[in-house]
Structure formats: structure tokens, C-alpha cells
């Protein structure tokens, strides 16, 4: 497609139960940023990946979230042991820089979200 | 450390009034500095951005923004509010490439409710 896909939108589970949460970005876009945005708390960064590198994990909050890249396109991020606090909406964004960081205009492509409820 | 402020949770305008969302920053080195607009239940969509160049940055739907270096402040403005730009606003900050991350950091978000 032409923009930003994740899925699913839309995810309840019950507190313990493991989630993935899959991005599909714009195609060609080598970078891919994961944010969590919770009510009345902005976005918060969660991790990055920039083609071959390794990703830039340093906003993930414990250990039970990680994610993987997959041949530099799709990603998954998957949140164990799911916690009641770990209710929010998972975004994906997406931008073009190459390795050196030329081509970088420095806006990032979103999806429309993945809406996670821990009951 | 990047950061970005939005010191309004809400703010409120007549339609057909001008409207500014105000934003300040804090960064090493000179700024991009984004604006980024979400509708309910939709991600968020690029408005505008200010890398070098003219200190008033034009974007999608007739908003503009002001880059003051010495304020380190980037408001996002439009000269008449429409209903229909209600919405909620994020400012974003990154390093420049080749001076840090390639992260943004984004503020908290303003909701703009604009009355008929």
C-alpha cells in the first residue's frame, strides 16, 4: 500500500497473555520507529531501527517488550506477561534516510495505530 | 538532552479567528523542529517543518509556523480557524543529521477545539 500499515487496529487481551503487534512500512523507507502514545501522555519513543544497524533500543521500558525488523521491511513488536499499565496505542512511522544520512527530510510517516487494551 | 514543550493542554477559537499552539524547545546545535496534526482514531500527519532557511515555515492546510531562535520557540499558526482543523497538535524536535539522534522527541500535545 501506499502508507503506513499496522495491525491489528484494534487488540484486548487479558493481563499475562503475550501480544505482536506488526508494521508494514512505506516501502523503501529504511527507517522505522516505534512510539507509545497514552492518554494525556504525548508520545513516548520506544525503539528505532535504520537498515542494517542495530536498533536503537533504549526506549523500551522493561524487558518484556522487544521487537525485530525483518529483511529491513516488516516489524514486529511483541510485549510479554502484559501488564494493565501496558494499555495504550502502538505507533509505527517510517522515513527514508540513507546509511550516511543523506536523503534525510527528517519527517516521519504514520500509521494509524494499534489501540492495546490489557483487561 | 532534546526536548520539547506545549504549554497549553487545550486550546480554545472561534471560527474564522486567528489560532496559535505554541511550542518551545531545547536542543544542542540548530533545531528541526516539526509539526505534526492527529484527527481521532488516526495517526499523526506531518503539517510542516523548519530546517534552515526562512524563519516562517508554510505547511498543509494553510498553517504556517515561526522559527525564533532566540525564544526557542516554533508556534504553529493560521490567520482564520476553521472548524475543521480541531484536532490535536504535537510539536516534534530532532538533532540535525550528523549531530545526534535520529529520534524525535515529541511534546505532550495540544487539542485544538475550534467553536462555531
Known amino acids: 500500500g501506499a502508507g503506513v500499515s499496522q495491525s491489528p487496529s484494534n487488540k484486548v487481551t487479558e493481563k499475562g497473555k503475550d501480544v505482536e503487534l506488526r508494521c508494514d512500512p512505506i516501502?523503501?523507507?529504511?527507517?522505522l520507529y516505534w512510539y507509545r502514545q497514552s492518554l494525556g501522555q504525548g508520545l513516548e519513543f520506544l525503539i528505532y531501527?535504520?537498515?542494517?544497524?542495530?536498533?536503537?533500543k533504549s526506549g523500551l521500558p522493561s524487558d518484556r517488550f522487544s521487537a525485530e525488523r525483518t529483511g529491513g521491511s516488516v516489524s514486529t513488536l511483541t510485549i510479554q506477561r502484559t501488564q494493565q499499565e501496558d494499555s495504550a496505542v502502538y505507533l509505527c512511522a517510517s522515513s527514508f534516510r540513507l546509511a550516511g544520512g543523506g536523503g534525510d527530510t527528517g519527517e516521519l510517516f504514520f500509521g494509524e495505530g494499534s489501540r492495546l487494551t490489557v483487561l | 538532552a532534546q526536548s520539547v514543550a506545549q504549554p497549553e493542554d487545550q486550546v480554545n477559537v472561534a471560527e474564522g479567528n486567528p489560532l496559535t499552539v505554541k511550542c518551545t524547545y531545547s536542543?544542542?546545535?540548530?533545531?528541526?523542529l516539526f509539526w505534526y496534526v492527529q484527527y481521532p482514531n488516526r495517526g499523526l500527519q506531518f503539517l510542516l517543518k523548519?530546517?534552515?532557511?526562512?524563519?516562517l515555515v508554510k505547511g498543509s492546510y494553510g498553517f504556517e509556523a515561526e522559527f525564533n531562535k532566540s525564544q526557542t520557540s516554533f508556534h504553529l499558526k493560521k490567520p482564520s480557524a476553521l472548524v475543521s482543523d480541531s484536532a490535536l497538535y504535537f510539536c516534534?524536535?530532532?538533532?540535525?543529521?550528523?549531530?545526534?539522534?535520529?529520534?524525535?522527541?515529541f511534546g505532550r500535545g495540544t487539542s485544538l477545539i475550534v467553536h462555531p
Open positions: 531501527f535504520q537498515g542494517n544497524s542495530a536498533p536503537d
Open positions: 536542543v544542542s546545535g540548530n533545531p528541526y
Open positions: 516534534a524536535v530532532r538533532d540535525p543529521p550528523g549531530r545526534g539522534s535520529y529520534i524525535p522527541t
Open positions: 523548519y530546517i534552515t532557511g526562512d524563519n
Open positions: 516501502s523503501g523507507h529504511t527507517a
